[in-house]
């Protein structure tokens, strides 16, 4: 895996939804760490595409990332577990033709674990973004994790992700992506 380039990185957002969200053990730390990302794909121009699993009863995309989400970033229902697994999602990355993908969402152990390693098995490189990431159990979380960095992925934090897009303090949106883990 080479390090993060915002021109050939998509972020992907797997169900970060109201009721799932609600049921995770790192509830705030996902929340902060979700809403910091989308608000720094839309500083530097990264694309985002969003899923929601069966919206209907589970609740759609919670409000807070939302409202820091790009005007222009793409939503799509799933009721499978992998994202891949659904036409739409699968060809709005193709079309996307970016080559690293950065994932993160809930849970962990399902639908981030078999949407990364479809990916993979697709050919992308994968970064999981560890802490925004949840599941309803710690240990499920870890084992999730576990599993994908078995498969190829690599698994970084928030700001790891952040300041390898900057590549350094020169960037002109240095600045504006700092402050929002300050």
């Not at 915002?6 to 509830?27: G, M, P, T």
């Amino acid at each position: 895996m080479t390090i993060l380039n915002s021109e050939n990185s998509l972020i992907l957002i797997i169900d970060v939804q109201e009721k799932l969200l609600n049921a995770v053990f790192n509830k705030e730390e996902l929340e902060k760490k979700a809403a910091i990302i989308a608000q720094t794909a839309k500083i530097l121009n990264i694309p985002v595409i969003v899923t929601e699993q069966y919206p209907r009863g589970l609740g759609g995309t919670i409000s807070e990332l939302k409202a820091s989400l790009a005007d222009n970033t793409d939503f799509f229902e799933k009721t499978a577990f992998s994202a891949l697994d659904n036409p739409e999602i699968k060809r709005a990355i193709e079309l996307k033709a970016k080559k690293q993908i950065i994932i993160f969402g809930i849970e962990t152990h399902i639908c981030v674990s078999q949407t990364t390693n479809a990916l993979r098995d697709a050919g992308y490189e994968v970064c999981v973004i560890k802490d925004a990431c949840g599941s309803r159990c710690e240990k499920e979380y870890k084992a999730g994790l576990e599993r994908m960095k078995e498969n190829g992925a690599s698994i970084i934090t928030t700001e790891i992700a952040l300041f390898e897009w900057l590549r350094g303090a020169k960037h002109p949106n240095f600045k504006e992506v700092q402050s929002l883990i300050k």
